[in-house]
């Protein structure tokens, strides 16, 4: 099926698509239908125009830095670390040769909008990795897609195509000095891949082991070179910060919090989908323009963040603004931006079992806490969901969790472990009335 069938079904289901005119002053989604992917459409929506400015004016990469610093640009990912920082980690004057990476292997639960930018406008990202190559001083790039998702991979790859053809990819891009090869890579599927060391490794041809930290990717990256990995929405907010400046970008979103975000909005909601809304959003703003709670129920919960974020309750929820600090300081985190709304007919023991088969699923089994850790998580949980628990089995589930967070290479660990602690912590009665009070011997 083509991007353009399944977006006529969206339409005629009533799903919400990312570019719908609903949203709120986007920066990555502006102005685009399913026609204007192409290099045409996007060089109409001033495409370029940010990579032909820095060749132009001969701006250097500490000033291009600076912009993206000053921005408040922060890494849609899911770490939120700020960006121009991260830029300025690479040591450019390293001989030899420096890789860049872009991180579109997005397989968190409840996340889909890097594939949207990706279908929608490939572009934007490929103009954004070239600005970033120019300033880090990288004369080759990856972008690794996620295994699920092979039309955005063949869209992309004709995006690249259309971009070498019009010279704005290959040697001495637009008559400069500057040169830069970019490459698609698919990948098959694996969630730990988006673990940024275990990209690398599947990059390089191997199994997607996560590896051990320090040295970081900026001193030994991919095939042991410096390498800065960002993700997909990251590089596509750079080409609008470097054409309009990075006060108004800072100024569309808040502080510490610059520019849009989008958000992949699910679950128990009337049109669910992807939505661009600028940093600082109140929560409620958000939940209105996904049509509310289904069917006129009550708002239970909010898991703000893809299914390793903590959930939270209504009540929190309804007072929060949608930005990295305030979900930070409510407990939860921003993450992958993907916010998983459940109504008051959800059983909470039931979500979680399906949170912990999924982490129990992906896990790489390289560390020993992760890999028998998320297995003992799903399996006492789900005896608790099937009326089988013991008194002491929410006791056990919190110490299991402890005895995974904190205790692994990557923060796969943590993701089975932090779902399980949060829904103990604000739901932990729907556990023990599941339990019975004589428990079979």
């Known amino acids: 099926m083509s991007p353009e069938q399944v977006l006529a079904q969206f339409k005629a289901s009533g799903v919400q698509t990312c570019f719908h005119d609903r949203h709120i002053a986007p920066q990555i989604f502006a102005g685009l239908n399913g026609a204007n992917w192409r290099l045409s459409g996007y060089e109409a929506r001033d495409g370029y125009k940010a990579l032909r400015k820095i060749l132009s004016e001969g701006l250097t990469p500490e000033q291009v830095i600076a912009e993206v610093k000053a921005s408040a640009l922060r890494g849609r990912g899911g770490a939120g670390f700020p960006t121009g920082l991260k830029w300025s980690f690479m040591p450019r004057q390293f001989p030899g040769q420096k890789y860049l990476v872009c ?64 010279g704005y990819l290959g040697h001495r891009i637009l008559g400069s000095d500057f040169s830069f090869q970019l490459h698609a890579t698919h990948g098959f599927g694996a969630y730990i891949c988006g673990e940024e060391t275990a990209l690398l490794e599947s990059l390089e041809g191997k199994r997607g082991n996560p590896r051990f930290k320090p040295p970081f990717p900026a001193s030994f990256g991919l095939y042991g070179r410096p390498t800065t990995i960002n993700n997909t929405e990251t590089f596509a907010a750079v080409p609008w910060i470097i054409r309009n400046g990075a006060r108004a970008y800072l100024e569309a979103g808040k502080p510490n919090n610059g520019g849009s975000k989008i958000f992949s909005v699910s679950g128990d909601v009337e049109l669910p989908g992807n939505y661009e809304i600028p940093l600082g959003t109140p929560f409620p703003k958000l939940l209105e323009l996904a049509g509310g709670v289904r069917k006129g129920r009550r708002l239970k919960a909010v898991i703000p963040g893809g299914a390793s974020s903590p959930v939270l309750p209504a009540a929190a929820m309804l007072e929060l603004t949608m930005d990295f600090d305030a979900l930070a300081k409510a407990g939860s985190m921003l993450g992958s931006a993907a916010v998983i709304v459940i109504d008051d007919s959800r059983n909470m023991v039931e979500s979680l079992k399906r949170l912990s088969y999924f982490y129990m699923h992906e896990s790489c089994g390289q560390c020993t806490p992760c890999r028998e850790g998320s297995g003992w998580l799903w399996r006492v949980v789900d005896r608790i969901h099937g009326g089988r628990g013991k008194p002491s089995d929410v006791s056990l589930l919190n110490s299991v969790a402890d005895g995974i967070q904190g205790r692994t290479i990557c923060a796969l660990g943590d993701s089975a472990a932090v779902p399980v602690r949060a829904m103990i912590k604000h739901f932990r009665d729907e556990f023990e009335e599941l339990i019975p009070r004589d428990p079979p011997r």
């Open 103 to 166: 991180n579109s292997d997005e397989g968190e639960p409840g996340t889909c909008k890097d594939r949207d930018i990706l279908l929608y406008n490939p572009h934007i990202v490929i103009e954004g990795m070239i600005i970033a190559a120019y300033v880090m001083g990288a004369t080759a790039g990856y972008n690794y897609i996620h295994g699920e998702i092979f039309e955005a991979y063949e869209r992309f790859e004709s995006a690249l195509d259309e971009a070498r053809t019009a």
